[in-house]
């Protein structure tokens, strides 16, 4: 597949000071000056060549896929995480989990569709102390790295995905972090405790989860057992299994 972008398009910028006085505006005077769009997480993080833990990544122009404000355990433990992945797709192992990350400015408001530029140390997560991750699963993040906003875009374009290409958990970690697509999901019986996920089709190690917004109707969310769905887009994490997370009603299609 030929990949293409995630954005819609590049920064027109270099506007001319000023109006004369013949009515000439600046819309006169606009300069393209398209952003350069690679994979530098994918290039950081592909196992093949894979940076050693706490080495620093510098991701220039990559998209933010989501942002984590719903505090999915209702304990304020879940909440704050920003996901973002490069920009050419389909690339594998091109998503990243940011944890604890700093904004510049603090106060800067990020949406998903941004680009940004992300400097930080590579640390991927083995999973708590208390139970690491089976199989040598790390999920790839980086720890208190610094966004800065580089332009403004779209929402990434969703892979397609299929139940063949998680059936193996570990291959299945090169979309983790990435927005996938998923047609003809029927959701299964939801885990009891606090956290809103279910089976898709069957397989027990890949969930639906209500990581951004409610999705469990006991939660307040409108996805009930047993439901077949024509489609669901989401991020793709994993915490003990693979999990597709919508970020919005948006994301599923019923």
């Not at 999920?139 to 332009?151: C, D, F, H, R």
């Not at 606090?194 to 939660?219: E, V």
Request: glycine residues 12%; hydrophobic residues 40%.
């Amino acid at each position: 597949m030929r990949p293409t972008l995630a954005i819609a398009s590049a920064l027109l910028v270099l506007i001319a000071a000023g109006c004369g006085s013949q009515g000439n505006g600046d819309l006169d005077h606009l300069t393209a000056n398209p952003k350069s769009f690679g994979t530098p997480i994918a290039q950081g993080n592909d196992p093949a060549h894979r940076l050693p833990s706490g080495a620093s990544l510098v991701a220039k122009g990559v998209v933010v896929v989501a942002v984590d404000t719903y505090d999915e355990t209702q304990d304020g433990k879940s909440i704050g995480n920003v996901y973002v992945q490069d920009p050419v797709q389909p690339t594998p192992w091109s998503g990243m989990t940011l944890y604890q990350v700093s904004l510049n400015p603090p106060d800067l408001a990020l949406n998903p569709g941004q680009g940004v530029d992300l400097v930080g140390p590579y640390q991927p997560f083995a999973g708590p102390a208390s139970g690491v991750f089976p199989n040598g699963i790390m999920l790839p993040e980086v720890v208190k790295g610094s966004l800065t906003l580089s332009y403004e875009g779209e929402s990434p374009v969703p892979v397609d995905i299929t139940m063949a290409d998680v059936a193996d958990p570990v291959a299945a970690m090169k979309y983790v972090g990435m927005l996938v697509r998923l047609k003809t999901v029927t959701v299964g019986t939801y885990a009891a405790g606090k956290r809103q996920q279910a089976p898709i089709n069957g397989n027990s190690n890949f969930n639906i989860q209500g990581q951004f917004m409610p999705i469990q109707p006991d939660f307040g969310g409108t996805v009930a057992a047993g439901t077949t769905l024509k489609s669901v887009t989401g991020l793709m994490n994993y915490f003990y299994s693979l999990n597709l997370c919508p970020r919005s009603s948006a994301d599923i299609e019923k």
